[in-house]
């Protein structure tokens, strides 16, 4: 009886050191590390990616989650970089909250490479070997001091959406040639929306002074010193720089003339106005038509068309994969952006949303060169960005770049508002862009 009875406690012991050990496996096993490296996960892992806007990604996930059961996939994606922005900001700096996978837009690209520490250097988990699937300086720019930070995704070369249906109610040429041929200039684009806005006094030209601004920043910088409000050793030249300051009086010139909506893309009302007819055009780096065929829906199928840009060339974001150190499985999630930044990920990627491919195998790829977008009236938006990215000059951005960026809109949508003077609107945007660029 009592050898009886010391098996059984015995046993309970065993099955009670067992249950807790299995506990103790389950919650923290995958964090665990011996001299072999990471121990085996005890069940699926689930990889967490933070996006924002249209990355394209959603079939892509589906497909890896099928070749590799072992991982489930959490999408976490928002609208705006300008909501996006600060959650990253707070992850990143308490180093908790981020996800296995971050993206990392041009504009706050510079803000993380001078905190490389905080992410895993991707050549450890064989990323080096995938240079040649880059163009070069989209593959340099993910690089901070020898260390590979992120893997290019899209790059945004730049078009004009604009509504054929208002077009032609305006007694505008609707075709896409003739349409570009209105507007070889800016002063020439500001013309042809004050002709459109005389004979169509219910809707603006355009939708507010964001992408103007973003758009011949860039456009002016390439061509000129190659930096915008900052320059390449972080020094603000924002008052200094005239790519900047011609930039800005051509987004004023819109304000004065009452041309805008004065919205900020991607925000609510923005995406409302897209299924109204608020405004009649707004420049397109290629991401942004997945914006508008996702919140114009089947309202704007067929009365958006894409022609050339004023001033003929430029872009307009892009962004980068990379994986936070805090990260508990970086190695899968190394693996998972290698995959969404390969050349079939970016072709698929752009099938979608036509985020324009940072990879010169992808781009050469009929199904992206040879596409035409049914939404969009069928427009060869492969070749139409592809003779733009052929023309991409990258442009330096600082590390506060995206914050003076915003301050600077929120003057010029000030002077819209009539809330500051137009001949006030200069002094005022230097004012608030040294405040946000200290």
């Known amino acids: ?72 996939i959490n999408q976490r994606k928002v609208s705006s970089l300008d909501d996006y922005k600060p959650r ?21 690209l510079p803000l993380y490479l001078q905190q490389a520490n905080k992410f895993v250097n991707l050549n450890d988990y064989g990323a080096g070997k995938l240079q040649g699937n880059f163009l070069p300086w989209k593959w340099q ?24 249906d208002l077009f032609k109610k305006a007694g505008l040429p609707t075709e896409r040639d003739a349409v570009t041929k209105l507007w070889p200039t800016w002063d020439a684009f500001l013309a042809t929306g004050q002709k ?12 507010g002074p964001t992408a103007i601004l973003r758009t011949t920043v860039l456009q002016n910088a390439g061509a000129g010193p190659g930096y915008s409000f900052f320059d390449k050793s972080n020094n ?26 004065d919205m900020a893309i991607f925000t609510p009302p923005w995406q409302t106005a897209l299924k109204k007819n608020t405004f009649a055009t707004l420049p397109c780096p290629s991401w942004m038509l997945g914006g508008i065929e996702e919140f114009s829906g089947s ?26 150190k805090q990260s508990k499985h970086p190695k899968e999630a190394a693996e998972l952006a290698q995959f969404l930044t390969s050349a079939q990920g970016q072709i698929a990627a752009f099938k979608d949303k036509n985020t324009f491919p940072s990879s010169p ?40 770049n995206e914050d003076v960026r915003a301050a600077t809109e929120n003057v010029l949508i000030a002077v819209g508002q009539g809330k500051v003077k137009p001949s006030e609107a200069w002094n005022k945007a230097v004012e608030e862009a040294q405040k946000a660029g200290r």
């Open 1 to 72: 009886m009592r050898l009886t009875r010391r098996r059984r406690s015995l046993a309970a012991v065993a099955a009670m050191l067992a249950g807790v050990l299995a506990f103790a496996t389950a919650c923290g096993g995958n964090n665990e590390k011996s001299s072999s490296g990471p121990t085996k996960a005890a069940g699926p892992i689930t990889l967490t990616v933070d996006t924002f806007g249209e990355f394209g990604y959603e079939g892509l996930y589906k497909q890896y989650e099928a070749s590799h059961p072992g991982i489930k």
């Open 236 to 261: 603000l030249v924002f008052d200094s720089n005239p790519a900047v300051k011609q930039a800005f009086d051509t987004t004023l010139k819109f304000e004065q003339n009452k041309m805008t909506s």
């Open 361 to 400: 195998q992808a781009e050469q790829d009929l199904a992206v060169s040879g596409y035409k977008n049914p939404y969009f009236n069928n427009a060869p938006v492969g070749q139409i960005f592809g003779s733009m990215a052929s023309q991409v000059k990258p442009v330096y951005l600082g590390p506060k």
């Open 196 to 207: 459109f806005q005389s004979k169509v006094p219910g809707t603006k030209w355009l939708d």
């Open 88 to 108: 990253l900001q707070q992850w990143i700096a308490t180093g908790s909250g981020a996800g296995d996978v971050v993206a990392l837009e041009e504009g706050i």
């Open 141 to 164: 720019m993910g690089m901070a001091n020898g260390q590979l930070i992120g893997l290019g995704t899209d790059i945004g070369p730049l078009g004009m959406c604009y509504r054929t």
């Open 299 to 324: 309202y704007g199928k067929g009365k958006w068309e894409v022609a050339g840009i004023p001033g003929g060339g430029g872009y307009w974001g892009g962004s980068w994969l990379a994986v936070p």
